[in-house]
């Protein structure tokens, strides 16, 4: 194969510098098309942003009207502990009613019912027909997980019927 160089100097360095212009401006062309589509990317961006900061600023305006001082995490997180840590620790009432009121059946009266929660006993009055079922309510009573020395005067005993007694009931925490 034969080369034949029949362009002078002059010229072909002339052709190779509108090749290297040409390159240059096609390179330059696709970096300010790129820098053109990110710089619109970032505005969108932006403007998106900024409509959201306002919608939250608003919201927090909103919320500061309301709340005078505002709340700190830890505070809140603290007071919920707090709070969680007395619920575990607390009795269910509602199963211990339950539980007193479950063994009256007829022939009971109920006139009161105390609990004290300091002295953990349970005082119940009330007025019963007859011995025998005042003497089933004082044993339904002690098969209950609740309660414990379940204790009414011996004169309620004697009475055979419409007695009005007093029974005294100590509550088991557990």
């Given at each position: 194969m034969i080369y034949l160089n029949l362009l002078p100097y002059k010229f072909r360095k002339e052709l190779r510098l509108r090749y290297?212009?040409?390159s240059l401006f096609r390179i330059g062309f696709i970096l300010i098309f790129f820098v053109l589509v990110i710089s619109g990317?970032?505005?969108v961006s932006n403007k998106i942003f900024l409509n959201f900061y306002e919608v939250i600023s608003d919201t927090n305006f909103i919320m500061s009207k309301d709340v005078k001082?505002?709340?700190k995490t830890k505070e809140v997180n603290l007071k919920i502990d707090r709070?969680?840590?007395l619920t575990d620790k607390s009795l269910s009432w509602t199963s211990i009613i339950s539980s007193t009121t479950r063994p009256f059946k007829e022939g009971i009266c109920l006139n009161s019912l105390e609990i004290d929660k300091k002295s953990q006993k349970a005082h119940i009055r009330g007025i019963a027909d007859?011995?025998?079922v005042l003497i089933d309510l004082k044993n339904s009573l002690g098969k209950f997980e609740y309660f414990s020395e379940i204790n009414f005067p011996i004169k309620d005993i004697f009475k055979k019927e419409n007695i009005d007694f007093q029974l005294e009931a100590k509550i088991k925490i557990k």
């Open positions: 290297l212009y040409r990317i970032f505005y001082e505002p709340i709070i969680s840590g007859n011995r025998d």
